[in-house]
T-cell receptor, first 113, second 112 residues
Framework: SQTIHQWPATLVQPVGSPLSLECTVEGTSNPNLYWYRQAAGRGLQLLFYSVGIGQISSEVPQNLSASRPQDRQFILSSKKLLLSDSGFYLC????????????FGSGTRLTVV | GDSVTQMEGPVTLSEEAFLTINCTYTATGYPSLFWYVQYPGEGLQLLLKATKADDKGSNKGFEATYRKETTSFHLEKGSVQVSDSAVYFCAPPREGFQKLVFGTGTRLLVSP
């Protein structure tokens, strides 16, 4: 069966520090991978998605970047965090979005102080 | 572009009350439509899906029917429980079917 792992679960980082969040998927090949952010009390904002190794599409210009160094690994990064980067970050995967939807990870709660 | 409109929350109900959360979308021709649920402090889980027009998805007592003629996918439950308190997201695929479009989410609060 397929599983998705996302870590860490909680993170408190000072302003200006770097960020690296990792997401890995098991049990499937060549998945589409997604990073979403959910600000407190708000909806979901798609940050990046990837349909293959090294292929990254950015939905909104911002202080973040994403990389996909391996087929089932998706990394969200920042060189210098801003207060506005605080939020709940969710990774998701899919094989056939239109028919199966997404499977989400458990999320990372990031607080920038 | 594609968009989805959900009724604003919070929706506050007493236990065993009937629930409807409205969802409408703009594009047509989606292969499937989805409802996701987010319990406090957790990621999103797929609640149910409908795979074609007029199809009814169901899970945990929740139901939603893919209405192509009204471009709607309303979520219903006949008798809610306190444990149903969560945020519910309607999510059709975006045109091109590589991504989902999420509604703003509707918070449901069920009191005993």
């Amino acid at each position: 069966s397929q599983t998705i792992h996302q870590w860490p679960a909680t993170l408190v980082q000072p302003v200006g520090s770097p960020l690296s969040l990792e997401c890995t998927v098991e049990g499937t090949s060549n998945p589409n991978l997604y990073w979403y952010r959910q600000a407190a009390g708000r909806g979901l904002q798609l940050l990046f998605y990837s349909v293959g190794i090294g292929q990254i599409s950015s939905e909104v210009p911002q202080n973040l970047s994403a990389s996909r160094p391996q087929d089932r690994q998706f990394i969200l990064s920042s060189k210098k965090l801003l207060l506005s980067d605080s939020g709940f970050y969710l990774c998701a995967w899919s094989v056939r979005v239109g028919y199966s939807g997404y499977t989400f990870g458990s999320g990372t709660r990031l607080t920038v102080v | 572009g594609d968009s989805v409109t959900q009724m604003e929350g919070p929706v506050t109900l007493s236990e065993e009350a009937f629930l409807t959360i409205n969802c409408t979308y703009t594009a047509t021709g989606y292969p499937s439509l989805f409802w996701y649920v987010q319990y406090p402090g957790e990621g999103l889980q797929l609640l149910l899906k409908a795979t074609k027009a007029d199809d009814k998805g169901s899970n945990k007592g929740f139901e939603a029917t893919y209405r192509k003629e009204t471009t709607s996918f309303h979520l219903e439950k006949g008798s809610v429980q306190v444990s149903d308190s969560a945020v519910y997201f309607c999510a059709p695929p975006r045109e091109g079917f590589q991504k989902l479009v999420f509604g703003t989410g509707t918070r449901l609060l069920v009191s005993p």
